[in-house]
């Protein structure tokens, strides 16, 4: 596969920004961050963004995202403490949204067999442990089946103060058939409580995403929209081996999408390139179509249609023509800058590549894979290699990006968990929601991208990553006249 991108639809894709923002006056709170991450590759134009209107107002929110490769292992034993450890909870988060790679081993019967709705469950279990007994909150115990559906019900209670709702947490379908009375159980477990409520989560094979808000905040703001998409594109393209998972979800007038992702393992020539065709299949891929009951509630259908998105996972991009020898020096000198030149996914973030116009903060931490096994701080391989032990050069494999306007970086981090052979990693962000004065429904701006794309079952794969490339490209195009036809018609 060639590893050259192309540049040609990228290029034409950026005039087109360029056009379209040229007029508008510069976000003030994204000017307040400048470049957090030092770096002058980004310019400020971005595609999804709504105008600020005398009916709405901007409030904060602070959001932890984290990401973590845990090698197939169980959550028992210490993972508990380990999890607290990580993830620190505090008043100041108000979201959490943690995206976990190999929950299950990737073996044969875990790829192509039935999905186990246990692992899930024992992972949320856990995670709203750490979360909420640290606390001092009682931690209620969540729904023990994971939710099945791609949409998530959110239903309206009187008993709680103007424009709050609360998750169902589980399909229509299996909420129309159980009794009222366990409907109603289900609601106050969903409301009090607890600290953090789950708000949406979705397993893939071994990947898996978990989106936790504050009660409070749950029930101040209307969350909405809550949607959930998984994009298979390992073994053939299509095994569930690597991928993605991703929620969606509107809190006011605010689109947030959150993509948890495992792509293509490997150092190897061409390895690059698999990875890179894997993303543009999950852009293209992604989609949280619409349902009768969303015909006067319009939400994002792709990815790029969103406000504020976040892209994290084991990327597994890895440091291109650099000596093993070499990298392990520049790490032991921990000259993190100079290791940064040789970083495929930077490469990636500049013009031409798949993640041309994202952004991530400065990474001042060594390398998060692969150690030589959990419990140790001995990269894999080197000199002297333990017998049979295969050789890793150390790379930045688990990643966190984001793209909008908005969003300002407060922390990028790595734990130091010997849990796994991968080191989790964690950012917290402070963004800006819009928030409605008034009761008027959400109304979409002339800016904002309402994509128009093809039902998933007629989204196939691209044949080479040219097309793939293209391809986003071209439903970039579509997202933008959708948006202008129906500005028209409002």
């Known amino acids: 596969m060639n590893d050259k991108n192309p540049k040609s639809s990228s290029g034409k894709f950026r005039k087109w920004l360029k056009r379209k923002h040229k007029k508008k006056q510069p976000d003030p709170y994204y000017l307040q961050d400048e470049l957090s991450d030092g770096d002058d590759f980004m310019e400020d134009i971005y595609v999804s963004s709504l105008e600020i209107d005398p009916c709405t107002s901007t409030n904060e929110l602070r959001i932890?995202?984290?990401?973590?490769?845990?090698?197939?292992?169980?959550?028992?034993?210490?993972?508990?403490?380990?999890?607290?450890?990580?993830?620190?909870?505090?008043?100041?988060?108000?979201?959490?949204?943690?995206?976990?790679?190999?929950?299950?081993?990737?073996?044969?019967r875990t790829v192509i067999g039935a999905e186990d709705p246990r692992k899930a469950t024992n992972w949320n279990l856990l995670i709203g442990k750490a979360l909420n007994e640290s606390s001092g909150c009682p931690w209620l115990t969540p729904m023990l089946n994971p939710i099945s559906s791609d949409s998530y019900h959110y239903v309206r209670n009187?008993?709680?103060?103007?424009?709050?709702?609360?998750?169902?947490?589980?399909?229509?379908?299996?909420?129309?058939?159980?009794?009222?009375?366990?409907?109603?159980?289900?609601?106050?477990?969903?409301?009090?409580?607890?600290?953090?409520?789950?708000?949406?989560s979705k397993k893939m094979v071994g990947v898996f995403i978990s989106v936790w808000m504050k009660e409070e905040l749950a029930t101040k703001y209307s969350v909405s929209n809550v949607k959930v998409s998984s994009v298979a594109c390992g073994i053939m393209g299509y095994l569930g081996n690597k991928g993605s998972v991703s929620v969606s979800m509107?809190?006011?007038?605010?689109?947030?999408?959150?993509?948890?992702?495992?792509?293509?393992?490997?150092?190897?020539?061409?390895?690059?390139?698999?990875?890179?065709?894997?993303?543009s299949e999950i852009f293209k891929r992604t989609s949280f179509p619409r349902s009768a009951k969303d015909e006067h509630n319009l939400h994002p259908l792709t990815i790029l249609g969103h406000d504020r998105i976040f892209w994290f996972g084991d990327l597994n991009y890895r440091l291109y023509n650099l000596e093993d020898n070499l990298a392990r020096h520049l790490i032991q000198k921990k000259d993190w800058k100079a290791l940064q030149e040789f970083d495929q996914l930077r490469r990636e973030q500049e013009d031409g590549g798949v993640f041309q116009g994202w952004r991530e903060g400065n990474i001042e931490f060594?390398?998060?894979?692969?150690?030589?096994?959990?419990?140790?701080?001995?990269?894999?391989?080197?000199?002297?290699?333990?017998?049979?032990?295969?050789?890793?050069?150390?790379?930045?494999?688990?990643?966190?990006?984001?793209?909008?306007?908005?969003?300002?970086?407060?922390?990028?981090?790595?734990s130091e968990i010997k849990f796994s052979d991968h080191r989790?990693?964690?950012?917290?962000?402070?963004?800006?929601?819009?928030?409605?004065?008034?009761?008027?429904p959400r109304i979409f701006s002339k800016d904002t991208i309402v994509p128009n794309i093809m039902p998933p079952e007629q989204i196939g794969t691209s044949g080479n990553y040219e097309e793939g490339k293209a391809t986003l490209l071209s439903l970039i195009v579509k997202d933008t006249e959708a948006s202008s036809i129906h500005t028209q018609k409002l």
């Open 366 to 414: 060594a390398p998060t894979y692969k150690y030589s096994s959990s419990n140790c701080n001995r990269y894999s391989g080197g000199v002297p290699s333990r017998s049979g032990e295969k050789q890793r050069t150390p790379a930045w494999c688990d990643r966190i990006l984001w793209y909008g306007k908005g969003v300002k970086l407060l922390s990028y981090l790595r």
């Open 250 to 279: 509107s809190i006011e007038r605010t689109s947030f999408c959150f993509i948890a992702a495992h792509l293509a393992s490997g150092e190897k020539q061409g390895d690059e390139g698999r990875r890179n065709h894997q993303v």
């Open 424 to 440: 989790p990693v964690s950012a917290l962000f402070s963004t800006q929601i819009e928030v409605n004065k008034s009761s008027n």
């Open 158 to 200: 009187p008993g709680l103060e103007k424009g709050a709702s609360f998750s169902a947490i589980c399909d229509n379908a299996r909420m129309r058939g159980k009794p009222i009375t366990q409907h109603r159980h289900h609601q106050q477990a969903v409301i009090g409580g607890s600290k953090y409520k789950l708000m949406a």
């Open 64 to 108: 932890f995202v984290g990401t973590w490769n845990v090698a197939g292992r169980a959550p028992v034993g210490s993972l508990a403490v380990d999890l607290e450890e990580w993830l620190k909870p505090q008043d100041a988060v108000d979201i959490y949204v943690l995206g976990f790679q190999e929950i299950v081993p990737l073996k044969t």
